[in-house]
């Protein structure tokens, strides 16, 4: 199942720099000539991946040295989270990877609510798997859109968000926001669903592989997509693992590692799907393994569909008061509602002591979260793992023996979020 | 000079800004009028037939820079889309250079590591320039008030329209836009004429 | 069972909710992940954070901690006294978080500590991906990483003085009226 990788040959053969591993340096037999070019692909730039700063060494038209530098968007989420309680907290993480939001506010409730060891409600899980789901299928939309634009393939653009269009409609139909949606809570769903929600997710969900369809037909044999993806930018199995990728970029390097397979959360065990893996680990199969996973996404979400559609009437957040806000109505009647509702929006609620750190299957790889626990409102501490962090360390890797053309085709199949990597 | 009678006051909208006639028609002058000098409207906003056709073709073609940050950017991007078209205000060439642009929507938080490039590049932009700041993140900070975001881009840069929300929906942004192109049009000056740059 | 104990430098072990941590000592933590590579077969690492814990415990827990399950009377929490979480044995935690790729995801946490001022052995000859993750602890912490090849700041302006995760570094921003913050 897992590509079980011979460790003492871990760097022979490996592609990492060996001085830096993320840190492309110059050829020795370069290193004094005069036709070696530096130039900054600065914060701004015109592809639309957000503030990555390059500063590419150019001989010719050869890459021969690269380094990025991060922190142009750096946030400090960490610090403004531990002094905000738990429930004023769910709002920053989705932040942080600004396109596919709902996975990192997933995470970070998960976290919490297994410190404090709740059982949330199936409807909730259900939904909360759907809603991730279709945030997938966003994510690697905006990804297929903004790729193939900088590498020309303009028409893509805009196809991909006609689609991303719709699914924004699902999200503002379910929780009243198109993005940042803040619909996961400690406990399950803010809000119930409401009733016209399943008919159009069906329409979307129906949809949804002709879509794919056209997209296929316009970049999946195309000649002028093949000759710019295939074989660039490689990054072996070895030295993905090496280098910490997961999620597409390590399925597309040969090594068949899922998450939600292999470390189920949510009810990812008892949805059928299948999980994409390509050998040869260049942009052409980051291409096809994001392609084949919206397939496998919309999958998911026609399953999710059935089962939600049996749960009308059932809760939708645990039955935890000293956790979970009151409804509403219940304040006008009863005194310890009130009582509830003032300490858990004041001070908020406390969870135990401890650390723990969860992970789950985001659309750019594995996203964590380790949260430390004092036994107080407040986090003592959390840390978001990254996956974009991660995957931006393989630019050094990725881009020996490119050319700058190629440059744009291997940061943009990275997908990294700048959000996600600056934190 | 005799001051006995009161002067009408004229308002904006006397010079054909749209907007604040559609919203609230009997409200008093806004501060914004006040800060123009409500006496000195009639010679700041008083514009001859040939500026008045160099303001209509500069606002039909108000390019903007391509400056997303974060996840105001992803807006920002899905009003260039086919639903909330802007191609239809002719807005749909982003400049990637600054020397090429004039409008500059700042979409998203600015770290203070990234405020230099945001000054440079605004610097970069020749006149006239606009400054939209998109979002709570780029109008004050939003809801990160820490060490390393910036409180509110216009601490570094005149900014002519502030776009709450987060993220602002496609169609706020447009109708900020839009408020731009029509103050443009009335003849209100760029936020720089105004309020001075900060060195 | 995987035995911990055979990890180079094993101090301690405690199970937490999701995953084993393992404490390590310090100066030999390169050693420990070396094994935990080659020996248990956590071929990747995916996560170095580094914790601050200044402070920790100085304001005491008291009354009711939430679960799903409402009040055990088995377990009466803290009876409304003053409840001190337990205390670390130095100022800085070092956590590894290490996965298996196999079957089961097999994941554990070795962790070391360090006070102000002491250098960590850096694991980037072993798994190259901590190279940025050590530099961000370098820049958020200011935890030095003995052997690291590049340790610069990453996330913050090169020229920027203190290390902003600390617990005795302010948040920063502007004094907003009305809020809990200040």
Not at chain 1, 348 to 358: D, H, L, Q, S, T
Not at chain 2, 2 to 14: G, H, I, S, W, Y
Not at chain 2, 145 to 158: A, C, E, F, M, S
Not at chain 3, 152 to 161: G, I, K
Request: aromatic letters at 10%; hydrophobic letters at 40%.
């Amino acid at each position: 199942m897992a590509t079980v990788v011979d460790k003492t040959q871990i760097y022979e053969g490996t592609r990492i720099p060996e001085r830096v591993p993320t840190i492309l340096d110059l050829p020795p037999e370069l290193r004094d000539s005069e036709d070696v070019l530096q130039v900054n692909f600065g914060p701004n730039h015109p592809s639309t991946h957000g503030v990555l700063r390059l500063i590419v060494d150019l001989h010719g038209e050869e890459v021969v040295g690269a380094s990025a530098v991060i922190g142009y968007l750096h946030t400090g989420f960490e610090k403004t989270m531990e002094s905000k309680t738990y429930w004023k907290c769910v709002t920053y993480p989705e932040r942080i990877d600004y396109v596919g939001y709902q996975n990192n506010e997933l995470v970070f409730v998960l976290a919490v609510e297994q410190l404090l060891e709740m059982n949330v409600p199936m409807k909730a899980t259900w939904m909360r798997m759907l809603l991730c789901e279709l945030n997938r299928i966003h994510s690697h939309l905006i990804y297929l859109g903004t790729s193939a634009l900088e590498l020309g393939a303009i028409s893509m653009f805009w196809y991909c968000f006609r689609e991303r269009e719709t699914i924004l409609d699902l999200f503002e139909l379910v929780t009243g926001q198109r993005m940042h949606t803040r619909y996961f809570q400690v406990g399950g769903l803010a809000e119930d669903i409401p009733s016209g929600f399943y008919p159009e997710c069906r329409k979307f969900v129906e949809w949804m592989p002709h879509a794919l369809d056209d997209y296929r037909g316009l970049l999946d044999k195309n000649q002028i997509w093949l000759e710019r993806t295939v074989g660039v930018g490689k990054l072996s199995a070895a030295d993905a693992i090496a280098l910490g990728q997961t999620g597409p970029n390590l399925r597309a390097s040969g090594v068949d590692w899922d998450l939600r397979r292999d470390q189920p959360y949510l009810h990812y065990d008892q949805v059928d799907f299948r999980v994409p893996v390509y050998p040869n680990g260049d942009v052409y199969d980051r291409y096809r393994v994001r392609m084949d996973e919206m397939l496998e996404s919309n999958r998911i979400v026609r399953q999710c569909l059935d089962r939600l559609e049996r749960m009308e009437g059932m809760p939708w957040i645990a039955d935890d008061r000293k956790v979970v806000l009151p409804p509403r109505e219940e304040l006008h009647t009863s005194m310890e509602s009130l009582i509830h509702h003032f300490k858990i929006v004041t001070e908020g609620f406390r969870v135990p002591a401890g650390e723990i750190y969860v992970a789950i299957e985001s659309p750019r790889g594995e996203s964590g979260c380790y949260l430390v626990s004092d036994g107080g409102p407040k986090p003592w501490r959390v840390h978001f793992r990254a996956p974009s962090f991660v995957a931006l360390e393989a630019t050094a890797t990725c881009l020996r023996d490119t050319y700058v053309a190629d440059l744009i085709a291997v940061v943009g199949s990275l997908d990294a979020v700048m959000g996600d990597t600056d934190r | 000079m005799a001051d006995d009678e009161p002067k009408p006051v004229t308002r904006l909208r006397d010079y054909g800004l749209q907007s604040e006639r559609l919203l609230w028609p009997t409200k008093g002058p806004s501060q914004f009028e006040e800060s123009l000098g409500v006496d000195e409207l009639e010679r700041a906003l008083g514009l001859t037939t040939l500026e008045k056709a160099v303001r209509w073709a500069q606002t039909k073609s108000m390019w903007p820079d391509t400056f997303g940050l974060a996840c105001c950017a992803i807006e920002m991007m899905s009003i260039v889309s086919s639903r909330y078209d802007l191609a239809r205000f002719g807005m749909e060439a982003f400049r990637s250079s600054p020397r090429q642009a004039d409008l500059l929507i700042v979409s998203g938080r600015v770290a203070h590591k990234m405020a230099e490039p945001l000054r440079q590049i605004y610097d970069q932009m020749l006149e006239p320039k606009w400054v939209i700041a998109m979002g709570v993140c780029a109008s004050s900070g939003g809801m990160f008030n820490n060490y390393t975001i910036l409180q509110g881009v216009d601490r570094i840069v005149p900014v002519d329209i502030y776009i709450p929300f987060c993220p602002p929906r496609p169609e706020a942004l447009m109708e900020g836009i839009i408020r731009l192109h029509e103050a443009h049009l009335a003849g209100i000056p760029p936020a720089y004429e105004r309020n001075g740059v900060a060195t | 069972m995987t035995q911990w104990s055979d990890l180079p430098g094993y101090v301690s072990e405690r199970a937490s909710a999701d995953m084993a941590t393992v404490t390590i000592e310090r100066e030999r933590i390169r050693e420990a992940c070396e094994y935990a590579r080659d020996g248990l077969g956590f071929d990747m690492c995916v996560d170095v954070v580094a914790t601050d814990y200044l402070e920790w415990g100085g304001k005491g827990v008291s009354g009711y901690i939430g679960t799903a399950t409402g009040r055990d009377l088995n377990k009466p929490m803290t009876e409304g006294l003053q409840v001190l979480p337990e205390t670390k044995p130095k100022r800085f935690s070092i956590s590894y978080h290490l996965l298996g790729l196999r079957q089961g995801a097999p994941r554990v946490r070795l962790q070391c500590w360090a006070e102000d001022g002491e250098s960590v052995p850096s694991v980037v000859s072993v798994w190259p991906t901590c190279d940025w993750h050590e530099r961000e602890t370098f820049d958020l912490m200011g935890i030095v990483f003995d052997g690291h090849p590049n340790l610069e700041r990453l996330l913050m302006p090169e020229d920027w003085e203190g290390h902003p995760l600390r617990k005795d570094y302010p948040l920063g921003g502007e004094p907003v009226r009305f809020s809990d913050a200040e």
